[in-house]
């Protein structure tokens, strides 16, 4: 499967982006999905997941409150919304699938980044 993030750009702090990670080559409406970032001279770090059936979705505190994940299994797509967002939110943002469904997911296939710079 290939996983490919859009939807970043250049945002004010305070405004929002919608992320977008588009699946092909297979379906992934049985993959527990995940979105993470890496920020320039840090280490890739969690952001939020979601389950196969999009029932539970965990976030990390960082975002919490203001990101929302989601998925839409019909169009194999998985969706984050950025709200209110601050400066540190700036980085490349991976999403990746876990094939098993897992809870918590072990992620194998990772997508190519989309870019989110936030300026104050």
């Known amino acids: 499967v290939q996983l490919q993030a859009s939807g970043g750009g250049l945002v004010q702090a305070g405004g929002s982006l919608r992320l977008s990670c588009a699946a092909s080559?297979?379906?992934?409406?049985?993959?527990?999905m995940g979105w993470f970032r890496q920020a320039p001279g840090k280490e890739r770090e969690f952001v939020a997941a979601?389950?196969?059936?999009?029932?539970?979705?965990y976030y990390a505190d960082s975002v919490e409150g203001r990101f929302t994940i989601s998925r839409d299994n019909a169009k194999n797509t998985v969706v984050l919304q950025i709200n209110s967002l601050k400066p540190e939110d700036t980085a490349v943002y991976y999403c990746?699938?876990?094939?098993?469904?897992?809870?918590?997911?072990?992620?194998?296939?990772w997508g190519q980044g989309t870019l989110v710079t936030v300026s104050s």
């Open positions: 990746a699938a876990d094939p098993r469904g897992s809870w918590p997911p072990r992620y194998e296939y």
């Open positions: 979601i389950t196969r059936h999009g029932s539970r979705s």
């Open positions: 080559g297979r379906t992934v409406r049985n993959y527990s």
